[in-house]
């Protein structure tokens, strides 16, 4: 019986066409197994590029481009064009295998050809050729055919690589654009994430060269798998693995293990599918959690996406770490009394009006979670000799005497009024584990780890008993927008020789990247293990256009602007769910919402979207985390709002939580800013934020 293969790029082609023809392919294909060929109108094409090439039936006026198996079932889909441009493509287009990779790759042929002689003439007055500093040999090892190296050979510059990009084959692409960023073959290879075969992939086998490429195509099992392909389209595309993840993901660890990286580049993707793989080979409970609900009802989705089986998916646990906490504590004490801000507050002022303390509630309460629950100290003698690195006010014996008596007064007081608050009830959910000899997960997927707390990653290693790929870690320093700051061996996870880097961007165009990477620009960020991060290498091959930095006199009048952008969006093609605004506060949200609905352009606010794709959504930048958008806006970006006062300690109270609260407001506009795939919108009302100044 006939299989069904669809190549990723149609995937994504398919997610920007009109919901009818989007219909009407999903009902010819998902008749694919069990119709005739003569039934689904699957025709030779006279003049074809490639012998294999045929023709299916969408309907009147489109049709789709399918290469059809030498020898084998699977039939692979490669574009759904109008029927004039789809017969084009298949004339203009050739297939073949890499012989590094073996993969299977497309390349315009007739483009290639055309350029190849004005090509030849530039680069004979060049003063210099982009890659005249790399031998033949090394780029026939990295799979840079005959053809493709005759192009090489007459590139300029980088202007020239960039607009081949749409008529290359990818993979050998990739390796052009990464020598031309600089790297070494030895680099660029390990950047393809495979070993250098000792014999070359045999080039004519099609069929194998499909099997291989499950990066760039979709095996579809059945109908049903074939529905819920197309329900996602940009979700399918976006699962589907790059070498270099399947390699992190494939791996075997004798203990935990990290993936770090940039934003966009597949962090995320990564933690699913090893989750999938995890669950597969065990019979174990993988636990897969973050740090928000928002977050962890993303990551649940991907898994139902990623799972082949009601078995798989039922060994894969998705929640976020504040809920396991609480499910471990009302086993035993039933649901916990919670004490609120407000409240928690007003604790700390009695205490410090009580004590005549020379310290602000604030700090008390920082000093409690950043240095007392952060290196769980239990007496005096402990926080006397605990260190106090990245809490600006220097404290002597006396002072540490009178902090730790204020802390024993607040806890006490917890008891006797049996609260809690989310960090104590994640300690006693902790300890009750540690009690524990049978652990409730064989594995644990952390995704966006830089924002849990030391307390939460205590109760992560005793969730789950030491052994191999016991705990897998995925996450980006550069992205903390809270206040956790962790050393992962003082939490006892060893991750030292079992960290790997993701540095291509799969999402955001380079001009995004290059731009919001100004906002870190000489910002200092640790790596969790003891040591500074960096995103210097984290590069991105789409381009684009620049964003757009704007500012203006009120509100209103920023509201109009950005509402009037987002209408010309839509009218160029982009869907209502694939624009995203952001706000540093919520009471920001009704000036554009209503500017929005003026314009009859559904809305809805992120909290309560449940998963909607059919509204503009909004939400604060904090909320934007781990989400992404085709065009996003960034709005509200004044110096009264970025840093948002409320969030900064006071610099006389604490100069160095000052200066970091400073560096993870500067984070939090990174984020927001890095979810934007295409186009991007910031803008402010009267005066910018400092962040902004640099750039503007």
């Known amino acids: 019986?006939?299989?069904?293969?669809?190549?990723?790029?149609?995937?994504?082609?398919?997610?920007?066409?009109?919901?009818?023809?989007?219909?009407?392919?999903?009902?010819?294909?998902?008749?694919?197994?069990?119709?005739?060929?003569?039934?689904?109108?699957?025709?030779?094409?006279?003049?074809?590029?490639?012998?294999?090439?045929?023709?299916?039936?969408?309907?009147?006026?489109?049709?789709?481009?399918?290469?059809?198996?030498?020898?084998?079932?699977?039939?692979?889909?490669?574009?759904?064009?109008?029927?004039?441009?789809?017969?084009?493509?298949?004339?203009?287009?050739?297939?073949?295998?890499?012989?590094?990779t073996g993969g299977l790759e497309v390349r315009d042929v007739v483009t290639i050809d055309e350029a190849i002689p004005e090509l030849v003439r530039g680069a004979e007055s060049a003063p210099k050729l982009l890659f005249e500093d790399v031998n033949d040999?090394?780029?026939?090892?990295?799979?840079?055919?005959?053809?493709?190296?005759?192009?090489?050979?007459?590139?300029?510059?980088?202007?020239?690589?960039?607009?081949?990009?749409?008529?290359?084959?990818?993979?050998?692409?990739?390796?052009?654009?990464?020598?031309?960023?600089?790297?070494t073959p030895e680099q660029v290879w390990a950047e393809l994430g495979a070993k250098i075969v000792e014999e070359p992939y045999d080039t004519d086998d099609l069929d194998a060269a499909v099997a291989r490429s499950s990066d760039r195509i979709v095996l579809v099992d059945g109908p049903d798998d074939l529905m819920a392909i197309f329900a996602h389209p940009f979700a399918s595309w976006r699962i589907y693995l790059h070498p270099t993840q399947r390699t992190v993901v494939d791996a075997d660890f004798r203990g935990p293990a990290r993936v770090t990286g940039g934003p966009g580049?597949?962090?995320?993707?990564?933690?699913?599918?090893?989750?999938?793989?995890?669950?597969?080979?065990?019979?174990?409970?993988?636990?897969?959690?973050?740090?928000?609900?928002?977050?962890?009802?993303?990551?649940?989705?991907?898994?139902?996406?990623?799972?082949?089986?009601?078995?798989?998916?039922?060994?894969?646990?998705?929640?976020?770490?504040?809920?396991?906490?609480?499910?471990?504590?009302?086993?035993?004490?039933?649901?916990?009394?919670?004490?609120?801000?407000?409240?928690?507050?007003?604790?700390?002022?009695?205490?410090?009006?009580?004590?005549?303390?020379?310290?602000?509630?604030?700090?008390?309460?920082?000093?409690?979670?950043?240095?007392?629950?952060?290196?769980?100290?239990?007496?005096?003698?402990?926080?006397?000799?605990?260190?106090?690195?990245?809490?600006?006010?220097?404290?002597?014996?006396?002072?540490?005497?009178?902090?730790?008596?204020?802390?024993?007064?607040?806890?006490?007081?917890?008891?006797?009024?049996?609260?809690?608050?989310?960090?104590?009830?994640?300690?006693?959910?902790?300890?009750?584990?540690?009690?524990?000899?049978?652990?409730?997960?064989?594995?644990?997927v952390v995704d966006e780890a830089q924002d849990l707390s030391p307390e939460q990653w205590r109760l992560v290693r005793?969730?789950?008993?030491?052994?191999?790929?016991?705990?897998?870690?995925?996450?980006?320093?550069?992205?903390?927008?809270?206040?956790?700051?962790?050393?992962?061996?003082?939490?006892?996870?060893?991750?030292?020789?079992?960290?790997?880097?993701?540095?291509?961007?799969?999402?955001?165009t380079a001009e995004i990247l290059a731009w919001s990477m100004q906002l870190l620009h000489g910002e200092r960020i640790d790596d969790m293990d003891g040591h500074l991060d960096s995103i210097a290498g984290c590069r991105s091959d789409v381009h684009g256009a620049p964003p757009t930095a704007k500012g203006f006199p009120t509100q209103s009048d920023e509201a109009n602007y950005v509402a009037e952008t987002v209408e010309a969006w839509i009218a160029s093609g982009v869907e209502p769910g694939e624009i995203g605004i952001a706000t540093r506060a919520k009471w920001q949200h009704k000036k554009i919402q209503d500017a929005l609905f003026a314009r009859s352009i559904p809305v809805r606010l992120l909290a309560k979207a449940k998963g909607a794709t059919d509204s503009v959504l909004i939400g604060t930048m904090h909320a934007m985390k781990g989400l992404e958008f085709r065009c996003m806006a960034v709005m509200g970006v004044n110096e009264k709002q970025m840093p948002a006062a409320a969030a900064?300690?006071?610099?006389?109270?604490?100069?160095?939580?000052?200066?970091?609260?400073?560096?993870?407001?500067?984070c939090v506009l990174f984020v927001a800013c890095t979810r934007a795939r295409e186009d991007l919108l910031v803008t402010w009302n009267e005066t910018p934020s400092p962040f902004l100044v640099p750039l503007i």
């Open 137 to 183: 040999a090394d780029l026939t090892r990295l799979g840079i055919d005959e053809e493709i190296l005759k192009v090489a050979r007459t590139i300029t510059d980088t202007t020239q690589l960039d607009a081949f990009k749409a008529v290359l084959p990818e993979t050998q692409w990739d390796v052009l654009a990464g020598l031309a960023s600089g790297l």
């Open 1 to 100: 019986m006939p299989k069904l293969a669809i190549a990723r790029q149609c995937l994504k082609e398919y997610g920007r066409l009109d919901k009818p023809l989007q219909d009407k392919i999903t009902e010819t294909l998902s008749k694919f197994e069990t119709a005739t060929h003569t039934g689904i109108h699957l025709e030779k094409i006279a003049d074809a590029r490639h012998p294999l090439y045929r023709s299916i039936r969408i309907d009147q006026f489109y049709r789709g481009i399918v290469l059809s198996p030498e020898t084998g079932e699977t039939y692979t889909l490669l574009t759904v064009l109008p029927h004039d441009d789809a017969y084009m493509w298949a004339r203009r287009h050739h297939l073949s295998v890499n012989r590094a």
């Open 648 to 666: 900064l300690t006071p610099a006389e109270d604490d100069p160095q939580s000052h200066q970091q609260d400073m560096q993870r407001e500067r």
């Open 462 to 508: 005793a969730a789950v008993p030491e052994h191999q790929d016991d705990i897998f870690i995925a996450g980006d320093t550069h992205q903390r927008i809270y206040d956790s700051r962790v050393s992962l061996r003082e939490v006892g996870i060893k991750v030292t020789g079992r960290s790997s880097r993701l540095n291509l961007n799969y999402r955001t």
């Open 265 to 444: 580049t597949g962090k995320t993707v990564v933690a699913l599918h090893r989750a999938h793989r995890l669950a597969s080979k065990s019979t174990g409970q993988v636990l897969v959690t973050t740090f928000t609900s928002t977050l962890t009802d993303s990551l649940r989705a991907g898994v139902k996406l990623l799972a082949n089986s009601p078995e798989v998916l039922e060994r894969i646990d998705v929640q976020h770490v504040d809920k396991l906490a609480h499910q471990i504590f009302r086993e035993i004490h039933g649901a916990p009394t919670m004490l609120d801000d407000d409240n928690e507050k007003q604790l700390w002022a009695s205490i410090v009006e009580r004590l005549e303390l020379p310290f602000t509630e604030a700090f008390l309460a920082a000093e409690w979670r950043q240095v007392v629950l952060a290196q769980d100290v239990s007496t005096a003698a402990d926080y006397l000799s605990a260190k106090r690195i990245g809490r600006g006010r220097r404290l002597g014996a006396n002072q540490k005497a009178q902090v730790w008596q204020a802390v024993w007064e607040f806890e006490n007081a917890l008891r006797e009024k049996s609260a809690w608050t989310h960090e104590t009830v994640c300690r006693e959910a902790t300890r009750i584990l540690n009690g524990r000899s049978d652990k409730p997960y064989a594995h644990i």
